[in-house]
């Protein structure tokens, strides 16, 4: 077993990145002294920089972008608070919010956090079932959404939200238990001079995902998210100065850490993302300068440029490998991994040819990108950084608040998620299984104590949290996963093999879209794939196949040699053998997908299990 602490950093002199906060005096950070919890913080930035502009949000009545000072928040949340007070809700009562990320969600946050509610935040994109399991769980007495017709999905469902006594909508019918946000506020709220929460008081109760089973509710304390969103701060600093876009669900524990409060930390502007259809233009109007993004955002950035270049003349072709080359050798020598070469003499011509013009379609602004949540493939990570965007790549969970990890712009190993963060500890078991130990380190599970004795360990007065990952740590201190202990298929013949790796060599394919490994006990590997329609099409025009038979042998023989040429890296077991082509994307709706865009492997392997039995009759089956 090998650790890292703070007691042992002779062992790994490299754990910690350069402190970011220290390196610069100008910056307006609030730490944890000054702010003990979250609407504390809340209250402190407002004292600092009561008339800056705090969120810029679309205002679809005004069509145009409308700017929100602190000030005007603060006015807000005293509404807020005194209609809370007003409905009978009191310190430890659950309020849910299914609502887009927008100022009205902030302004719900704190009013709430104010009082000693506890925040429960739902997925807009969620299934009503999903929905109405988690206010049911966490017997939630308010919720908040954008319209009364999605209450009306919630409720028709088999699930008991007998729990919710009062339904806030923006638009739609009201009456019973639902009431208009317009007549449930006051006109003008009450100053509350000391909130009536501690830093150990529970916050919010984060449901996670449920790729394996019914989601399960992550308490979380103030110190727990306010204590990471410090630390992070410490690693990779957000200025005064800086500009976000958010568009990741303010449910999504990364957004509402890094986007939301390290954010108001660091009295950083947020612009809010009208909708991920309208990513890229938004991209272009704010112009931000950092973003917070989950890998499969870059990643279907990455396929385009590569599909594009593809239609493209070789001169074209050329100038973006040359430029992707130095731009590569560049960042090399910057990170102290390489010495000078000639050809950067070139670096700033290649990147006013490619590289600006690759960043322009992205806001021509960005300093780096946040990545989490999921695997960020070295090819894509290394293409962005190569063209003059750092991807930072980052781990945690949301039982860790989330972060445990992250690149720096001045050390970036795509390989890795990048070195601890500040007061967070780390120790590697027998089996390889990363346990982490800190203030960020949740609770528990809501109302489920088998599952929090199963995922946190007590050893004296310490407490660990078993991640379910596999991780390794190298001399240098960056942390690097090798793969989840339970994500592993055993084959007939006893090999054993990481599916998401598989995976995530597959899709560097821009051909296909999504990907899921099958062949669990069986002899060889399949695939089930959904494929990027549009290429797909250009591959069957080309070939004179029907887009109509995605049984075709031909097809599938063309599929798979594309999946063998991702795959020269992996043993000849590892091989996949088959595929069946999914006719339609798998989404939230489908039950196919978390909310956070993972896979389901149960659900899918239910789905199509006739189609898994079909790719192996008459094949042997391995019976344990």
Same mark, same amino acid.
């Given at each position: 077993?090998?650790?890292?602490? %703070?007691?042992?950093?002779?062992?790994?002199?490299?754990?910690?990145?350069?402190?970011?906060?220290?390196?610069?005096?100008?910056? $307006?950070?609030?730490?944890?002294?000054? *702010?003990?919890? @979250? $609407?504390?913080?809340? /209250?402190?930035?407002? /004292?600092?920089?009561?008339?800056?502009?705090?969120? =810029?949000?679309?205002?679809?009545?005004?069509?145009?972008?409308?700017?929100?000072?602190?000030?005007?928040?603060?006015?807000?949340?005293?509404?807020?608070?005194?209609?809370?007070?007003?409905?009978?809700?009191?310190?430890?009562?659950?309020?849910?919010?299914?609502? /887009?990320?927008?100022?009205?969600?902030?302004?719900?946050?704190?009013?709430?956090?104010?009082?000693?509610?506890?925040?429960?935040?739902?997925?807009?994109?969620?299934?009503?079932?999903?929905?109405?399991?988690?206010?049911?769980?966490?017997?939630?007495?308010?919720?908040?959404?954008?319209?009364?017709?999605?209450?009306?999905?919630?409720?028709?469902?088999?699930?008991? =939200?007998?729990?919710?006594?009062?339904?806030?909508?923006?638009?739609?019918?009201?009456?019973?238990?639902?009431?208009?946000?317009?007549?449930?506020?006051?006109?003008?709220?009450?100053?509350?001079?000391?909130?009536?929460?501690?830093?150990?008081? @529970?916050?919010?109760?984060?449901? =996670?995902?449920?790729?394996?089973?019914?989601?399960?509710?992550?308490?979380?304390?103030?110190?727990?998210?306010?204590?990471?969103?410090?630390?992070?701060?410490?690693?990779?600093?957000?200025?005064?100065?800086?500009?976000?876009?958010?568009?990741?669900?303010?449910?999504?524990?990364?957004? /509402?850490?890094?986007?939301?409060?390290?954010?108001?930390?660091?009295?950083?502007?947020?612009?809010?993302?009208?909708?991920?259809?309208?990513?890229?233009?938004?991209?272009?109007?704010?112009?931000?300068?950092?973003?917070?993004?989950?890998?499969?955002?870059?990643?279907?950035?990455?396929?385009?440029?590569?599909?594009?270049?593809?239609?493209?003349?070789?001169?074209?072709?050329?100038?973006?490998?040359?430029?992707?080359?130095?731009?590569?050798?560049?960042?090399?020598?910057?990170?102290?991994?390489?010495?000078?070469?000639?050809?950067?003499?070139?670096?700033?011509?290649?990147? *006013?040819?490619?590289?600006?013009?690759?960043?322009?379609?992205?806001?021509?602004?960005?300093?780096?990108?946040?990545?989490?949540? *999921?695997?960020?493939?070295? !090819?894509?990570?290394?293409?962005?950084?190569?063209?003059?965007?750092?991807?930072?790549?980052?781990?945690?969970?949301?039982?860790?608040?989330?972060?445990?990890?992250?690149?720096?712009?001045?050390?970036?190993? %795509?390989?890795?998620?990048?070195?601890?963060?500040?007061?967070?500890?780390?120790?590697?078991?027998?089996?390889? !299984?990363?346990?982490?130990?800190?203030?960020?380190?949740?609770?528990?599970?809501?109302?489920?104590?088998?599952?929090?004795?199963?995922?946190?360990?007590?050893?004296?007065?310490?407490?660990?949290?078993?991640?379910?990952?596999?991780?390794?740590?190298?001399? $240098?201190?960056?942390?690097?996963?090798?793969?989840?202990?339970?994500?592993?298929?055993?084959?007939?013949?006893?090999?054993?093999?990481?599916?998401?790796?598989?995976?995530?060599?597959?899709?560097?394919?821009?051909?296909?879209?999504?990907?899921?490994?099958?062949?669990?006990?069986?002899?060889?590997?399949?695939?089930?794939?959904?494929?990027?329609?549009?290429?797909?099409?250009?591959?069957?025009?080309?070939?004179?196949?029907?887009?109509?038979?995605?049984?075709?042998?031909?097809?599938?023989?063309?599929?798979?040699?594309?999946?063998?040429?991702?795959? $020269?890296?992996?043993?000849?077991?590892?091989?996949?053998?088959?595929?069946?082509?999914?006719?339609?994307?798998?989404?939230? !709706?489908?039950?196919?997908?978390?909310?956070?865009?993972?896979?389901?492997?149960?659900?899918?392997?239910?789905?199509?299990?006739? =189609?898994?039995?079909?790719?192996?009759?008459?094949?042997?089956?391995?019976?344990?």
């Amino acid at each position: 077993m090998s650790t890292v602490s %703070p007691t042992n950093n002779e062992h790994f002199p490299a754990q910690y990145p350069r402190d970011a906060l220290a390196a610069d005096a100008s910056l $307006d950070t609030i730490n944890t002294q000054e *702010a003990c919890t @979250l $609407d504390e913080l809340f /209250r402190e930035r407002v /004292r600092r920089s009561n008339n800056k502009i705090a969120y =810029t949000q679309y205002n679809d009545e005004l069509q145009r972008w409308q700017d929100y000072s602190w000030a005007h928040l603060a006015s807000q949340v005293e509404r807020w608070q005194v209609a809370f007070r007003a409905s009978g809700l009191e310190k430890g009562d659950r309020v849910a919010i299914c609502y /887009r990320n927008s100022v009205e969600w902030v302004v719900f946050d704190q009013a709430a956090l104010r009082l000693g509610l506890v925040v429960v935040p739902l997925y807009t994109a969620d299934r009503a079932d999903n929905i109405a399991y988690v206010i049911g769980n966490s017997g939630s007495k308010l919720v908040l959404f954008a319209q009364s017709e999605l209450w009306q999905q919630v409720s028709a469902t088999d699930e008991d =939200t007998a729990c919710v006594e009062l339904v806030l909508v923006f638009s739609g019918d009201t009456g019973g238990l639902v009431k208009s946000v317009d007549d449930w506020l006051p006109e003008h709220g009450q100053h509350f001079e000391r909130g009536v929460a501690g830093p150990d008081d @529970l916050a919010s109760i984060v449901y =996670t995902s449920g790729t394996t089973g019914r989601p399960k509710g992550v308490m979380l304390s103030h110190k727990n998210m306010l204590s990471n969103a410090y630390s992070g701060m410490r690693s990779v600093a957000l200025k005064p100065s800086d500009r976000l876009l958010s568009f990741l669900p303010l449910s999504h524990t990364l957004e /509402r850490t890094v986007g939301y409060y390290a954010s108001m930390m660091s009295g950083a502007s947020v612009f809010y993302n009208r909708s991920i259809k309208q990513l890229s233009e938004d991209l272009m109007h704010t112009q931000p300068t950092v973003i917070i993004s989950v890998p499969r955002i870059f990643e279907r950035v990455h396929n385009q440029i590569h599909s594009g270049l593809a239609e493209q003349s070789a001169l074209k072709q050329w100038l973006f490998k040359t430029a992707s080359n130095i731009g590569w050798r560049r960042f090399q020598v910057q990170q102290g991994l390489q010495s000078w070469h000639p050809s950067l003499v070139f670096a700033g011509l290649f990147d *006013a040819l490619v590289g600006k013009t690759v960043r322009a379609k992205l806001g021509g602004n960005l300093d780096y990108v946040i990545v989490g949540g *999921a695997p960020l493939t070295q !090819e894509v990570a290394k293409t962005f950084i190569a063209l003059g965007l750092p991807l930072l790549q980052g781990y945690g969970l949301t039982e860790s608040s989330p972060i445990v990890s992250v690149n720096t712009k001045a050390q970036n190993r %795509p390989d890795s998620i990048g070195m601890l963060l500040r007061g967070v500890q780390v120790k590697i078991m027998d089996n390889d !299984e990363l346990w982490v130990k800190g203030d960020n380190v949740m609770q528990g599970y809501w109302q489920n104590q088998d599952a929090t004795q199963k995922a946190i360990v007590v050893e004296g007065e310490e407490r660990w949290l078993r991640t379910g990952d596999r991780a390794a740590i190298g001399s $240098d201190g960056f942390l690097r996963i090798i793969g989840r202990i339970k994500d592993i298929l055993v084959l007939a013949n006893g090999e054993k093999v990481p599916p998401p790796d598989i995976e995530a060599a597959i899709v560097r394919n821009p051909i296909f879209e999504q990907v899921m490994v099958v062949g669990e006990g069986k002899s060889f590997l399949s695939a089930l794939v959904v494929c990027n329609e549009k290429l797909l099409g250009q591959v069957c025009e080309h070939k004179g196949w029907s887009m109509n038979d995605l049984d075709a042998a031909p097809l599938k023989d063309y599929l798979i040699t594309c999946i063998s040429e991702q795959m $020269d890296d992996f043993p000849g077991y590892a091989k996949i053998r088959k595929v069946h082509i999914c006719p339609e994307e798998w989404t939230v !709706e489908s039950g196919l997908l978390t909310p956070t865009l993972k896979i389901k492997r149960p659900k899918i392997m239910q789905y199509f299990a006739d =189609t898994v039995d079909a790719l192996y009759a008459g094949h042997g089956v391995h019976k344990s």
